[in-house]
């Protein structure tokens, strides 16, 4: 599943665009570690966490792209820490719950 597809499904806006990016799975939590221990490689994280260290996180994770719930505003130095780092953001007006049941044909995490 492509960035643009996962913006679609989810009635999202790119924030930042990671056209290069092949999503294979989806993993919903808002708990870092436990994103760090579980969360698979190519997957898309359903969070509501909006700062600098959930790009950290995707970076050793090897997470390609973050869905930021309920909207919540993307502050610049987790956007270009994300361009840096090749990592998408697309924002929703979705509850974590309702994304993730709109990302519901990605297989689970394999991790």
Same mark, same amino acid.
């Given at each position: 599943? *492509?960035?643009?597809?996962?913006?679609?499904?989810?009635?999202?806006? $790119?924030? =930042?665009?990671?056209?290069n990016a092949a999503i294979n799975s989806a993993y919903a939590s808002d708990l870092l570690s436990d994103?760090?221990?579980?969360?698979?490689?190519?997957s898309v994280l359903v969070t509501i966490q909006n700062?600098?260290? *959930?790009i950290a996180v995707c970076t050793l994770?090897?997470?390609?792209? $973050?869905? =930021?719930c309920h909207r919540?505003?993307?502050?610049?130095?987790?956007?270009?820490?994300a361009k840096r780092e090749n990592v998408a953001i697309i924002t929703t007006e979705m509850s974590q719950?309702?994304?993730s049941k709109a990302l519901?044909?990605?297989p689970a995490s394999s991790k």
């Open positions: 599943m *492509t960035v643009r597809e996962i913006a679609e499904k989810t009635r999202g806006e $790119i924030i =930042v665009d990671n056209p994103v760090m221990g579980h969360c698979g490689d190519e700062h600098l260290n *959930t994770a090897g997470i390609e792209a $973050i869905v =930021v919540r505003p993307v502050p610049n130095d987790m956007a270009e820490a719950f309702e994304a519901a044909e990605l």
